[in-house]
């Protein structure tokens, strides 16, 4: 059963940066597509960041373009999400999704959506609380 763990998340003035990992435990086979959402209180899951390495895709939401980078080390299999320029509206629980049908493509932030109930695991999620 594979098994995602998040660390990173903590609280950060405006202007700061923090590093989010993700961990991927007991995969024994490749995991094609990894994958950073958030969530607020009261608001929608809405999707961050995703690398498609079969693809070579990587898909940024247009608020974190420029400010977050979403990166990869397969030896440790962990996927990161460094975040820089951390504004107040980016204060939400963080999650880390793992694994698309390959017949499901993430190729924009349009897709972030509807790739929600395609991903096959997600993890518990780390928070992140940015104060202005």
């Known amino acids: 059963q594979v098994r995602l763990e998040e660390s990173g998340g903590g609280s950060v003035q405006a202007g700061g940066s923090l590093r989010l990992s993700c961990v991927v435990h007991?995969?024994?086979?490749?995991?094609?597509?990894m994958g950073w959402y958030r969530q607020a209180p009261n608001k929608e899951r809405e999707g961050v960041a995703s690398?498609?390495?079969?693809?070579?895709?990587?898909v940024y939401a247009d608020s974190v373009k420029g400010r977050f980078t979403i990166s990869q080390d397969n030896d440790k299999k962990t996927v990161y999400l460094q975040m820089n320029s951390l504004n107040a509206e980016d204060t939400a629980m963080y999650y880390c999704a793992a694994d698309l049908p390959n017949r499901f493509s993430l190729s924009g932030p349009g897709d972030f959506v509807a790739a929600v109930p395609m991903w096959q695991y997600w993890g518990q999620g780390t928070q992140v609380t940015v104060s202005s």
């Open positions: 690398l498609c390495t079969g693809r070579g895709v990587t």
């Open positions: 007991e995969s024994r086979f490749s995991i094609n597509c």
